[in-house]
């Protein structure tokens, strides 16, 4: 009876240390967050090296290192790729608009898909929210708006009706949105790849929700009020950012990410503390669950 020597592939192994390299080079600052959406365009390469791995690098040495090489020179050209590339054309953008119709508080949710999320405070009465949307070619803005009584729910994201996932390379898409800091918001928001700066100091926010994809965050909260909030992250670097005067109290438990902590911050186990929490008259608490990256927490004095 014949043995046939089997072998332990290896394009499992080169694909995780390839994609920890990358999250190396994202947690140096050597590279940005924004690379992952051009290593998610390829995923598909990555299922056909790990079936080809599966097919002929169990029965060869030489033909599993092989895979693992093509595979390695398609994740270097992913990288190659963005770093590189000159800048795309300008996408598509389009203004919105939403009246407070008389109410006194707000549910808003905003589900960016693949870029730039800026997201701060707005300027114009008698308006929940403003904004200019990048938007990718098949995409298109999806708007919901309705009245319960007092309160507006509002729901701003996209929809992408072609279907394709490929899209046009080298479009960096932008959303800046504004909100009302008149009337208390509980606010969700679930981005996907890129980069997100969202500045709530100046708004009055009762409850926050957060899921992030890929890329880094930076969160700024509330100066004043009590806050309910929960961050939930995939991969990538997160920075909570809190005002002078905000008592708050942070459950960092969650997820695999280091934690680093401005000295102002009293550590009780997972939970971090504001130096003036017990005297503060707004309060926040948060619970945060970030998966694969970095959480830096920091403490904002003067607010």
Do not use: C
């Not at 004043?224 to 997160?238: H, Q, R, W, Y």
């Not at 934690?259 to 309060?283: C, H, I, K, M, W």
Request: glycine share 14%.
């Amino acid at each position: 009876m014949e043995n046939r020597e089997h072998h332990h592939g290896v394009v499992g192994p080169v694909i995780l240390i390839s994609l920890g390299v990358i999250f190396l080079l994202n947690n140096l600052g050597w590279l940005d967050w924004g690379v992952w959406e051009t290593v998610l365009r390829l995923w598909p390469v990555l299922l056909i090296g790990a079936g080809l791995d599966l097919l002929i690098g169990r029965r060869s040495v030489w033909g599993s290192l092989l895979v693992a090489l093509l595979l390695l020179a398609v994740l270097a050209g992913a990288v190659w790729i963005h770093q590189t590339r000159p800048a795309g054309p300008s996408a598509a953008a389009e203004t919105v608009e939403q009246a407070l119709q008389g109410a006194t508080e707000a549910r808003v949710e905003i589900r960016p898909g693949v870029g730039e999320l800026n997201l701060g405070a707005l300027d114009e009465p008698g308006l929940l929210l403003s904004g200019q949307i990048e938007l990718d070619r098949g995409e298109r803005l999806v708007t919901e708006a309705d009245r319960t009584g007092t309160t507006l729910i509002y729901t701003l994201a996209t929809d992408k009706s072609d279907g394709s996932f490929w899209g046009p390379w080298g479009i960096d898409h932008n959303w800046q949105v504004s909100l009302t800091p008149d009337i208390p918001i509980e606010l969700t928001i679930n981005t996907g790849v890129g980069t997100s700066e969202i500045d709530l100091s100046q708004l009055t926010i009762t409850e926050l929700v957060v899921s992030t994809g890929v890329g880094r965050t930076v969160l700024t909260l509330p100066a004043t009020g009590n806050v309910s909030a929960n961050i939930d992250g995939g991969v990538g670097e997160l920075i909570i950012r809190i005002p002078e005067g905000m008592g708050a109290r942070i459950d960092a438990s969650g997820g695999l990410a280091p934690v680093s902590a401005s000295p102002e911050f009293e550590r009780r186990g997972n939970l971090y503390y504001t130096p003036d929490y017990d005297s503060a008259q707004g309060r926040l608490d948060m619970e945060i669950d970030l998966g694969v990256g970095s959480l830096r927490l920091e403490y904002i004095p003067g607010g």
